[in-house]
């Protein structure tokens, strides 16, 4: 099985001016709005219920602060981040249905994994905003564990496929909230494999760049 790992907020998240408060962020203040990528590829259920749901702006809006979500749907801007066996698998999955053939994959070079991350200062300011997000990614887990056809159904739409073809998708993915040492090795392995095709220039070590508490 495929194993997608949502470490933590969603994707990009990004401050406007700060207003309001909230313990245990920033000095009392929390952003107006915080900004938060939406990747229609790979097939991220979580974040597609989470956000068709109204799920995450209900939870931030308690906390006095607006979601707005920017979309990226070019498959080159996903590609410099990391391109996984699943990246646009729906697109794959269209093409292969009208008759192409898949000629090569990304199995063997790098382990598909699907990591989510906030700027450092964010993290650093805003840990109870991070904590909000994790919180409600395990919300939108839970949910599409008791409502599957439904889920299914709203991920198929988003992404223009057919329920079985959802039900595929989300069969060779299993997200969850934290990061084990298999997935810190995994990491480690896709460094190497960036740094001999030259997609980076230095090394980087993965467990440093996870967030305290997030690895079991």
């Known amino acids: 099985m495929k194993r997608i790992v949502c470490l933590f907020a969603a994707a990009a998240l990004a401050l406007l001016p700060l207003s309001a408060a909230g313990p245990g962020d920033s000095a009392g203040k929390l952003p107006k709005e915080i900004r938060i990528s939406y990747a229609k590829s790979p097939f991220n259920l979580p974040l597609i219920v989470a956000a068709r749901r109204g799920m995450l ?3 931030f809006a308690e906390k006095g ?10 498959g080159a801007k996903q590609a410099e ?3 996984s066996a699943l990246l646009a698998a ?10 192409a053939t898949v000629l090569a994959t990304a199995e063997g070079f790098v382990k598909p994994q699907l990591v989510v991350a906030a700027r450092s200062a964010f993290i650093r ?3 109870g905003l991070v904590d909000l997000y994790v919180s409600v990614h395990k919300e939108a887990i839970a949910w599409i564990a008791a409502h599957e056809d439904e889920a299914l159904a709203i991920g198929a739409k988003e992404q223009g496929i057919s329920v079985e073809d959802a039900r595929e998708l989300a069969a060779a993915s299993h997200f969850t909230a934290d ?3 298999a997935e810190v090795e995994a990491l480690k392995d896709d460094v190497r494999f960036m740094l001999g095709s030259g997609m980076l220039t230095s090394p980087v070590e993965p467990a440093g760049l996870l967030r305290p508490g997030l690895l079991r």
């Open 179 to 181: 990061i084990g040492p």
């Open 125 to 127: 300011d805003y840990p």
């Open 65 to 74: 602060v607006a979601v707005k979500f920017f979309e990226i749907d070019s």
């Open 81 to 83: 981040a990391m391109a």
């Open 57 to 59: 702006e209900k939870a």
């Open 90 to 99: 729906s697109s794959v999955i269209s093409v292969k249905a009208a008759g």
